[in-house]
């Protein structure tokens, strides 16, 4: 292996020799051209690493007008649901050089537009994760932030790649599963309010009322938290409902801590779902039945749609829909008579 000398510095030269390429296909490699040949690129990181070559990010990034950065802004980074994503996503681009800058809206939606607009100045391009403003402010946002991704919500704009779960299904197929149970009446604790995967879970639930007429359904205010699931305890056993269709698993641990507390057996006198499956969701007591979201592939193809715009363009944006998988577990049984 060859050595620097304590005097000088290891250059793309260097690097360029050991690899038997050009300095401009170091360069590329360096830069993260993704045209580049994959063993040409293969022996360039090979011989970087060989000999302990860093390039300079600050100059690089002036010279080249870009950060090998993407900024990802989500709703709540509490939420292990938004955590899954953001692992498939810094992992993916990690793999191709980049590195992700976090930001977090805390649910406040008119925060959404500040942290996005700083991020892309920082950043290559933006991953927009479950955005909570309005159509209109988006749709005139879309021009300031491209390169976009925008993961969980979808606008009329074709140029700007969307990946959406379909929650309206995911949530007629947790309430046809409690119905075949044998429950008739049953409570939705709803999200956020300008959440679009709670909406999309409303016009799920009025589309299950219009196909099952004689089923009772209430639907009460929530949120996202643990906190909303505990603290509505109350109004879920004021509506006599035996099955509760909860925003999401963090929401229903709320109610199943909640109702525990009270004596409250589960799933003998009340049957609890959630909705997303984060990894605590098969160690509650009882087990949570769930919708499971492929939330890291998620994130793996929101890197992939940003490295497409990063790069030559390639091919037409995608628009991609997730099916949810019912996840049948303990905290759902038969009706009480």
């Not at 920082?122 to 932030?145: F, I, K, N, Q, T």
């Not at 609890?272 to 949570?288: E, Q, V």
């Not at 390639?314 to 996840?327: A, I, K, N, V, Y």
């Amino acid at each position: 292996m060859a050595r620097k000398t304590a005097n000088r510095r290891v250059g793309i030269t260097d690097v360029a020799q050991r690899a038997g390429v050009s300095l401009a296909s170091v360069s590329r490699v360096m830069n993260g051209n993704f045209s580049v040949d994959p063993d040409i690129a293969a022996r360039v990181r090979s011989a970087a690493a060989e000999l302990n070559y860093q390039p300079n990010a600050v100059g690089r990034s002036l010279a080249l007008g870009k950060t090998d950065t993407i900024g990802v802004v989500v709703p709540d980074l509490a939420n292990p649901t938004f955590q899954g994503m953001l692992r498939g996503v810094s992992r993916a681009a990690a793999q191709d050089g980049y590195r992700v800058l976090i930001a977090d809206s805390s649910e406040v939606s008119s925060e959404e537009s500040i942290l996005a607009g700083e991020a892309r100045r920082r950043c290559d391009g933006v991953v927009l994760c479950a955005p909570r403003m309005h159509e209109a402010e988006l749709e005139a946002l879309l021009p300031s932030l491209r390169p976009l991704v925008l993961v969980n919500r979808s606008t009329a704009d074709t140029e700007t790649p969307s990946l959406v779960v379909d929650y309206g299904q995911g949530v007629q197929d947790l309430a046809a599963h409690l119905v075949e149970l044998g429950h008739t009446t049953l409570a939705f604790l709803e999200g956020p309010e300008r959440s679009a995967s709670n909406q999309a879970r409303l016009q799920g639930l009025e589309k299950f009322r219009e196909d099952n007429p004689e089923i009772q359904l209430t639907v009460l205010s929530g949120g996202s938290n643990f906190e909303a699931g505990h603290t509505s305890v109350d109004n879920v056993l004021g509506t006599g409902a035996t099955g509760v269709l909860a925003f999401n698993d963090l929401v229903a641990m709320g109610l199943l801590s909640g109702l525990h507390e009270r004596g409250i057996d589960v799933p003998g006198e009340i049957s609890i779902t959630g909705f997303d499956d984060i990894p605590f969701a098969n160690y509650t007591t009882p087990p949570l039945t769930t919708a499971a979201v492929p939330i890291n592939d998620i994130g793996e193809q929101a890197w992939h749609e940003m490295r497409r715009l990063l790069g030559d363009g390639g091919d037409e944006p995608s628009h991609t829909t997730f099916q949810p998988e019912l996840r049948r577990r303990g905290s759902t049984g038969p009706a009480a008579r």
